[in-house]
């Protein structure tokens, strides 16, 4: 079983719609981290957590300790929300979900 | 303050012949990593370093050497390339995570240097 599990693998919305994306992970962690990666490669960090929500912009990320999961929430989803979204959590090391692709339509 | 910095972006390696990866940061972080992204896959993390000094195997180390002689620089050797090790890769570093502290604690990557062996 992979440390860092993620749900869905592929999720394709209408633009507007909410999206879920769902991370578990298996290790104790300091903290985790949501990702986002384009089309051409390049990652950035959209969320550090530790502990509760945090929300940037349509953006939302809730983690629970106790129940060793996460989520990421896009609400008024848009075609450039489109990307490979990817959750990765600190243990002794970093390791990475394998990532959910998320495709938004118009 | 340039963030982190990969160099080669792109490079096309014969069976067998050797190369570097590098690797800077400009923000004195601790932590560096570095990562292989086969199409349509995850992140596999082959080698990582938490300080000047000290590196560890990750997940696929094998056909790989890291060295960390300064806190800026984390290159990644391949010796002997094969096939196989035709990916993108991706260096990282973050910081210290520091309890309770709101922002700072943040990955940040390369662009990616994309290898070929043929």
């Known amino acids: 079983k992979n440390e860092v599990e993620q749900s869905p693998q592929n999720l394709t919305a209408q633009e507007g719609e909410f999206i879920t994306i769902n991370c578990s992970y298996s290790?104790?962690?300091?903290?985790l981290h949501w990702l986002q990666q384009h089309p051409g490669g390049g990652i950035v960090s959209l969320f550090m957590?530790?502990?509760g929500k945090k929300k940037h912009g349509r953006l939302i990320a809730t983690i629970n300790i106790q129940e060793k999961h996460s989520s990421l929430h896009i609400t008024a989803s848009h075609p450039r929300d489109s990307a490979v979204y990817i959750c990765?959590?600190?243990?002794?090391?970093?390791?990475f979900g394998a990532g959910t692709i998320l495709r938004v339509k118009s | 303050n340039a963030g982190v910095t990969q160099t080669p972006k792109f490079r096309i390696l014969k069976i067998g012949q050797s190369m570097t990866l590098q690797c800077t940061q400009d923000?004195?972080?601790?932590?560096m990593y570095w990562y292989r992204q086969d199409p349509g896959m995850g992140l596999k993390l082959i080698y990582y370093?938490?300080?000047?000094?000290?590196?560890d195997k990750g997940e696929v180390p094998n056909g790989y050497n890291v060295s960390r002689s300064t806190t800026e620089d984390f290159p990644l050797r391949l010796e002997l390339a094969a096939p196989s090790q035709t990916s993108v890769y991706f260096c990282?570093?973050?910081?210290?995570?520091?309890?309770?502290?709101?922002?700072?604690?943040?990955?940040?990557f390369g662009e990616g240097s994309w290898l070929t062996v043929v």
């Open positions: 290790v104790g962690i300091s903290a």
């Open positions: 923000m004195n972080h601790n932590y």
């Open positions: 957590l530790s502990s």
């Open positions: 990282a570093s973050m910081p210290l995570i520091i309890a309770g502290l709101s922002s700072g604690n943040t990955i940040y």
């Open positions: 990765a959590v600190n243990g002794n090391k970093l390791v």
């Open positions: 370093s938490v300080g000047a000094g000290i590196t």
